[in-house]
Structure formats: C-alpha cells, structure tokens
C-alpha cells in the first residue's frame, strides 16, 4: 500500500539554524500538507500546496517557513532561523483532492531546537 | 471563538464493549468532519469521513454520527478489542476554507 515518507526521522538543531524537512507524497496526490503537533498538544495546520504554489496557510506559517516542490516527487519544508519554540513533531500530509478527501500523513519528523 | 473539543480524560473501556468518543465544536459550520486515530509518535490515521448532510456513516466495527444542529459528531466502536487502543482525532473543515481543523483528541484505552 502506498506511503507518505518523511526525512529525517529525528533532527536536532541549534537555535538560529536552518532546517529542512523532506516528504514523499503519495505519487498519485494533488493536494500537500505540512503540520506540526507540540508534545501533548493538538495536530495544528501549517500550510497546503497544489499546483505549485501555496493555496492556505496557518498564522503559524510566517516568513520563516518556506514550501517546496522540488521535483516530482519530493515536498519539503524549510524552517530560516529555528527557535526553541519550534521544537515539534513535524507532519507531512498528501490527499487525491481537497480537503473533502481523507489525508494520509507521513511517519513524522521530530524536530529539537536546542 | 471557534472550538473544537473533545473530551480531554482517558476513557477507559474492557474488552468487547463499545466505545463512544464525542466531538463538539462551536463557531463552525463544517462541510465534513473526519476522524483519525493517532498512535504515540506516530502520524494520524484516517478512519472516517462524514458529510454535513450525513447522519450516520459506518466501516465495519466503526460508526460516526453528525448532528449539525448539536454541532456534534460521535464515534463509536464496536466489540472493542486491546490493539483499539489509541487516541482519536476529530477534524473538521468550515464550510468556504479548505483547512482541516484538528482537536485535541481523547485517548481510548481497552482493557482485556
């Protein structure tokens, strides 16, 4: 059965650095998801990408985020200057169409800022 | 303000009866409302998705309910077994927005 894969399972990085979280959607997906739950606190939204551009995203999802659709089958999510607050598990999504459809997540990266 | 809350203590259950998980929210009118199950430190899991002009939807041991006048959705499981134990996510989507909104989850615990 076809799987979301996500790259690196665990990273650990110093505050201020840069970050980048890699998934692999569903080939057959349209719609892209990025996600990230705090320890003990709810699955919050980030941001959704189809058709090569963003089309939602979070007041989470400031200019230190960034999305990318590299090629044809890697999504990934790039974190400018991390802070100690960004410490979460980090959740990638992929669904046939919008959000009317059921989402299939990835395995999670777990993100530590030190 | 908008809400989604589920019920934030453990449920506790034995073996081979049935679970019921509440989802009520505020300040929504959502188009859908699915469920996940979550796993500790592992991605959600979808399991169902229901549609505001829905009542009832079932898959095998799993029924969910959606009363929009309530503004609440039920779970249940039927003839719960051990591996049912998890905790499980209510997410809706409001009508307009196409961003799934998670709660907080409520964590079933089967006892054999």
């Known amino acids: 059965e076809p799987e979301v894969t996500q790259t690196p399972s665990h990273q650990v990085t110093q505050m201020g650095q840069e970050v980048i979280l890699r998934c692999v959607p569903i080939?057959?997906?349209?719609?892209f998801y990025w996600y990230r739950q705090i320890l003990g606190q709810k699955v919050e939204f980030l941001v959704s990408?189809?058709?090569?551009?963003?089309?939602?995203k979070s007041e989470i999802f400031d200019d230190q985020f960034s999305v990318e659709r590299p090629d044809g089958s890697n999504f990934t999510l790039k974190i400018r200057s991390t802070k100690l607050e960004d410490s979460a598990m980090y959740f990638c999504?992929?669904?046939?169409?919008?959000?009317?459809?059921?989402?299939?997540f990835g395995p999670g990266t777990r993100l530590t800022v030190t | 303000s908008q809400k989604i809350e589920q019920n934030s203590e453990a449920l506790n259950i034995q073996e081979g009866k049935t679970a019921t998980l509440t989802c009520n929210y505020t300040?929504?009118?959502?188009?859908?409302l699915q469920w996940y199950r979550q796993d500790p430190g592992r991605g959600p899991v979808f399991l169902l998705l229901?549609?505001?002009?829905?009542k009832e939807k079932r898959k095998e041991r799993l029924k969910v309910t959606f009363d929009t006048t309530l503004k609440q959705s039920l779970f249940h499981i039927t003839a719960s077994q051990p591996a049912d134990s998890a905790t499980y996510l209510c997410?809706?989507?409001?009508?307009?927005?196409?961003?799934?909104?998670f709660g907080k989850g409520t964590m079933l615990l089967v006892s054999p």
């Open positions: 999504a992929s669904s046939v169409g919008g959000s009317s459809y059921e989402q299939y």
């Open positions: 997410a809706l989507r409001n009508s307009g927005y196409s961003t799934l909104t």
């Open positions: 990408f189809y058709n090569n551009e963003i089309s939602e």
């Open positions: 300040n929504y009118s959502p188009a859908y």
């Open positions: 080939s057959n997906h349209l719609y």
């Open positions: 229901i549609r505001e002009n829905e």
